[in-house]
T-cell receptor, first 112, second 112 residues
């Protein structure tokens, strides 16, 4: 079957850098996405990696290593507003193209 | 404004009383999906639809039904709700199953 693992919580101070790791087990892997969700809000898309390497979008970057079944989200110059849950999600060819599986989420707490 | 809407946003009901949560998108997206979110479990896919009249089961379809008669609407039906269906529900849509998903604001359902 499929599984995704990410840490449950990370705490860091404003201005710091945080890395959220995601390891996955799936057959027919196609791509890894990251979503952000503030308390009580809807998830919003952050980034997507289908190929190995680093994708940078402003203060956020995402990395994928297909051979290691591993990816991470890097949050730089942390701000208070970055306090939220972050989910990795895998799209694979297993079972069906339409399925999307999410990790349990990482709660990022930013302190002053 | 491009958006996904869900109604109702909050619902308290009793066991066995049929209910429908509506989902509508105005972006002409082909792919739509329903998720439930429970503490510590992340987002789990209930059903998805690749296009009109095409629906398929996600990871947790038991106790739910969906229909896709029009491109913009994808209602979630609970024929006989039970307390274990108490959860936060999100509808999402995207251009295709491979694209970024846009989430609705969520529906918080309590089944007594």
């Amino acid at each position: 079957g499929q599984s995704l693992e990410q840490p449950s919580e990370v705490t860091a101070v404003e201005g710091a850098i945080v890395q959220i790791n995601c390891t996955y087990q799936t057959s027919g892997f196609y791509g890894l996405s990251w979503y952000q969700q503030h308390d009580g809000g809807a998830p919003t898309f952050l980034s997507y990696n289908a190929l190995d390497g680093l994708e940078e979008t402003g203060r956020f970057s995402s990395f994928l290593s297909r051979s290691d079944s591993y990816g991470y989200l890097l949050l730089q110059e942390l701000q208070m507003k970055d306090s939220a849950s972050y989910f990795c999600a895998v799209r694979s060819r297993a079972d069906s193209w339409g399925k999307l599986q999410f990790g349990a989420g990482t709660q990022v707490v930013v302190t002053p | 404004e491009a958006q996904v809407t869900q109604n109702p946003r909050y619902l308290i009901t009793v066991t066995g009383k049929k209910l429908t949560v509506t989902c509508s998108q105005n972006m002409n997206h082909e792919y739509m999906s329903w998720y439930r979110q429970d503490p510590g479990l992340g987002l789990r896919q209930i059903y998805y639809s690749m296009n009109v009249e095409v629906t398929d089961k996600g990871d947790v379809p038991e106790g739910y039904k969906v229909s896709r008669k029009e491109k913009r609407n994808f209602p979630l039906i609970l024929e006989s709700p039970s307390p274990n269906q108490t959860s936060l529900y999100f509808c999402a849509s995207s251009l295709s199953q491979m694209e970024t998903q846009y989430f609705g604001p969520g529906t918080r359902l309590t089944v007594l």
